[in-house]
């Protein structure tokens, strides 16, 4: 993920475009396994919508019936950081799998 600040993907200078990109693939293939989902979501918003003005990427994971609906999704606190750091070691954990 580019820590250089940069706002919009149109703002993105084209050499870090693939490295962005290649590590979203990667989290979008290793979701599934590893957090049980079924498949993933991926999205990006420029400018309007964009809460956090600094380009991010949403890698969502996604279950049949789990309320989705267009960019909206049913969000939720979770219980605890003990439970947030769960899932970001999880992802970690397989991301740390594939080459």
């Given at each position: 993920?580019?820590?250089?600040?940069?706002?919009?993907?149109?703002?993105?200078?084209?050499?870090?475009?693939?490295?962005?990109?290649?590590?979203?693939?990667?989290?979008?293939?290793?979701?599934?396994?590893?957090?049980?989902?079924?498949?993933?979501?991926?999205?990006?918003?420029?400018?309007v919508s964009?809460?956090?003005?600094?380009?991010?990427?949403?890698?969502?994971?996604?279950?049949?019936?789990?309320?989705?609906?267009?960019?909206?999704w049913p969000?939720?606190?979770?219980?605890?950081?003990?439970?947030?750091?769960?899932y970001a070691?999880?992802?970690?954990?397989?991301?740390?799998?594939?080459?």
């Amino acid at each position: 993920m580019p820590r250089q600040h940069h706002e919009t993907l149109p703002a993105l200078p084209a050499a870090l475009v693939e490295p962005l990109f290649g590590r979203v693939r990667q989290i979008s293939a290793i979701m599934p396994g590893a957090l049980g989902a079924q498949g993933s979501f991926v999205a990006l918003n420029n400018t309007v919508s964009q809460s956090v003005p600094h380009l991010h990427v949403h890698v969502v994971p996604r279950t049949r019936g789990d309320g989705l609906r267009g960019f909206f999704w049913p969000r939720h606190r979770y219980a605890s950081d003990e439970e947030a750091e769960g899932y970001a070691r999880r992802l970690r954990d397989a991301l740390g799998t594939i080459s």
